[in-house]
């Protein structure tokens, strides 16, 4: 989209944005507990950080929430004991989620799971400065947590979210769509960092009563998209990794080894 017809429509998308804002839904985080652990076998510590939609936002309980749907779908798909935690908090964009980390007294981790980037997008932050916020994401989870691999939710769909008018939804999923590729190829240029491919279409049937948030349809899609990949990744060995990622940080690798711990 042009930046002459952003700027031509600003007066239409700001006064949407806050009708938008005035008439949605304030929904709440989902209930329950935010660690755990479960499963047997080899342990995995994982982490669960991000915005509304890894706090649960559009479901009751965390059992039908993200978390509550990958940890036992993780535990079987790779046979090993997680023991994980949810830091997460509505609204938040990425350097927000960054922010609430380095607040909080967390233990180490090997894997990390961050879903962030709608915020982004509605606080109109650049695609090179969400991308500045996901690197020093990554960083601190590496450096200060321990974590030998990042994983990084896609952006949703944001033109099918049928709680936002047109064209205010339609310049939304064109912004989502430029900061989605964005991610994807930052996350191809380092061994520590990937990002999970989530096929999905959103619709009434799907995303939660503000018809913004997702469902409990969403999360169950959405856990069984990220308990294969991070499977994947337990199971990658550097002989099946392709020349080019020799020359990356060895996150896949050392992540490969926790299988074998």
């Avoid at 962030?116 to 606080?123: F, L, Q, R, S």
């Avoid at 018809?211 to 856990?223: I, L, T």
């Amino acid at each position: 989209m042009s930046l002459t017809l952003k700027l031509l429509l600003t007066p239409v998308l700001v006064a949407q944005a806050l009708m938008t804002r005035a008439r949605m839904p304030r929904l709440p985080e989902a209930a329950g507990e935010r660690a755990g652990e479960q499963g047997r076998g080899p342990r995995l510590r994982l982490l669960i950080a991000g915005d509304s939609s890894a706090a649960g936002v559009g479901v009751v309980h965390q059992r039908d929430a993200l978390a509550g749907q990958l940890v036992p779908l993780l535990a079987r798909v790779t046979g090993h004991r997680v023991q994980w935690q949810l830091v997460a908090q509505s609204g938040l964009s990425t350097a927000g989620t960054l922010q609430l980390l380095q607040a909080q007294p967390l233990a180490h981790f090997d894997l990390a799971l961050v879903v962030t980037g709608v915020n982004d997008v509605v606080e109109q932050v650049p695609s090179h400065q969400a991308l500045a916020a996901r690197a020093a994401l990554a960083d601190h989870c590496r450096n200060a947590l321990g974590v030998r691999h990042v994983v990084f939710a896609p952006l949703p769909p944001v033109q099918d979210m049928h709680g936002l008018p047109q064209p205010l939804r339609w310049v939304a999923g064109t912004d989502a769509r430029r900061h989605d590729r964005a991610l994807l190829r930052w996350a191809a240029t380092r061994g520590d960092v990937s990002r999970v491919h989530v096929p999905m279409r959103l619709n009434r049937g799907v995303l939660a009563r503000d018809g913004f948030h997702p469902g409990e349809p969403v999360y169950r899609q959405s856990a069984a998209a990220i308990a294969e990949h991070i499977a994947s990744l337990l199971a990658l060995t550097p002989a099946a990794r392709p020349g080019r990622q020799a020359r990356r940080p060895a996150g896949r690798r050392a992540l490969a080894d926790t299988a074998a711990s």
